[in-house]
């Protein structure tokens, strides 16, 4: 019987300093948590359509014949945010806004009611839309 309470004691007191470790381990992590600092929010698509503009208006565009332009006009929509265009290759339809790449080839610059303009590899290229 002796025995037993000793085992007891021993697991209690083994219980408590387990608590105690624990506890002492929230306040170091209470004690050093981040501080986060109060930040605006980014307009990511305002910066990247405005770099795309001014990276592209100094050059001289050249019109896209069949040959080289695999894919079919399905739709497109203007304006001056977020224009996008839907072009059909084979029956696989693409939906690519304004900045985006098909299939790692035309990179879609500007859409406007009158044209579509691409760049391919630094080179700028356009379809009239009739």
């Known amino acids: 019987m002796e025995n037993f309470n000793i085992a007891k004691k021993i697991i209690f007191y083994c219980l408590v300093c387990f608590v105690l470790v624990a506890l002492i381990y929230q306040l170091f992590l209470i004690f050093n948590a981040p501080t986060f600092q109060k930040t605006s929010p980014i307009n990511v698509s305002a910066t990247i359509n405005n770099n795309l503009n001014s990276n592209y208006s100094n050059q001289t565009a050249t019109?896209?014949?069949?040959?080289?332009?695999?894919?079919?006009?399905?739709?497109?929509?203007?304006?001056?945010?977020?224009?996008?265009?839907?072009?059909?290759?084979?029956?696989?339809?693409?939906?690519?806004?304004?900045?985006?790449?098909?299939?790692?080839?035309?990179?879609?610059?500007?859409?406007?009611?009158?044209?579509?303009?691409?760049?391919?590899?630094?080179?700028?290229?356009?379809?009239?839309?009739?």
């Open 63 to 130: 019109q896209l014949t069949n040959d080289e332009f695999p894919y079919k006009v399905v739709g497109y929509r203007a304006g001056e945010k977020n224009s996008s265009v839907v072009l059909r290759k084979a029956d696989v339809d693409y939906v690519v806004q304004q900045g985006e790449l098909i299939e790692n080839t035309y990179r879609l610059i500007s859409v406007s009611k009158n044209e579509i303009v691409f760049d391919r590899a630094g080179k700028q290229m356009y379809i009239k839309i009739d």
